[in-house]
């Protein structure tokens, strides 16, 4: 099976600007969680997506939302870019074989790392 | 709330010493707990995960890690040190049943010394 795929995977914005981020989960999974890692905070939740919808939210500002389609693939938005919100985003999926709810292995993608000048 | 906490952000070791990361967690439930290692400009690949079956838990590239619940620890191991090992791991919890959000440790980052 093909791993999770994140495009693109260098993107450089400018602040005030805004970028979409787009991932695509390994086939037959149903959820896909999103993080932001910087070297000062670590790694951080940011939302997961299970059959489009959103199931959790980390703590980040609405300027941070996401989505998810009916083919699993998600993408994820940054409004107003701030030079904060230089990071490495990260994508995982996870195939959920005991339903909604419960918490399985994530499977990550090598992230897009987002610099905002 | 669930909460990790990894000792040491940087750790050395020789090739073919042992390799010990320290990993405690905080959780109000018993949790699920992974071990996750980073090579650069890569994702994270797990390497070994317990979700309240048998405390020790075996991964890949001869890791390991046990769960001790009156230590609330899981720390990684692995016997004999490679160059290969040389990566950042992270510890990460995760609450059974409230779906994939995980907490992450801040990462410790092996260095190997030949």
């Known amino acids: 099976k093909a791993g999770v795929t994140q495009t693109p995977r260098y993107l450089i914005k400018t602040r005030g600007q805004q970028v979409t981020l787009s991932c695509s989960p390994i086939s037959g999974h149903r959820s896909v969680s999103w993080y932001q890692q910087t070297p000062g905070q670590g790694l951080q939740f940011l939302f997961e997506y299970f059959s489009e919808t959103q199931r959790n939210k980390g703590n980040f500002p609405g300027r941070f939302s996401g989505r998810q389609f009916s083919n699993s693939r998600s993408e994820m938005n940054v409004s107003t870019l701030e030079l904060g919100d230089s990071a490495l985003y990260l994508c995982?999926?996870?195939?959920?074989?005991?339903?909604?709810?419960?918490?399985?292995?994530?499977?990550f993608g090598p992230g897009t790392r987002l610099t905002v000048l | 709330a669930q909460s990790v906490t990894q000792l040491g952000s940087h750790v050395s070791v020789s090739e073919g010493a042992l390799v010990l990361l320290r990993c405690n967690y905080s959780?109000?439930?018993?949790?699920?707990l992974f071990w996750y290692v980073q090579y650069p400009n890569q994702g994270l690949q797990l390497l070994l995960k317990y979700t309240s079956a048998a405390t020790l838990v075996k991964g890949i590239n001869g890791f390991e890690a046990e769960f001790k619940k009156s230590e609330t620890s899981f720390h990684l191991t692995k016997p004999s040190a490679h160059m290969s090992d040389a990566a950042e791991y992270f510890c990460a919890v995760s609450r059974p049943g409230t779906g994939n959000q995980f907490y992450f440790g801040t990462g410790t980052s092996l260095t190997v010394i030949p």
């Open positions: 995982a999926s996870s195939s959920y074989p005991q339903g909604a709810g419960s918490t399985d292995t994530q499977y």
């Open positions: 959780s109000s439930v018993p949790p699920y």
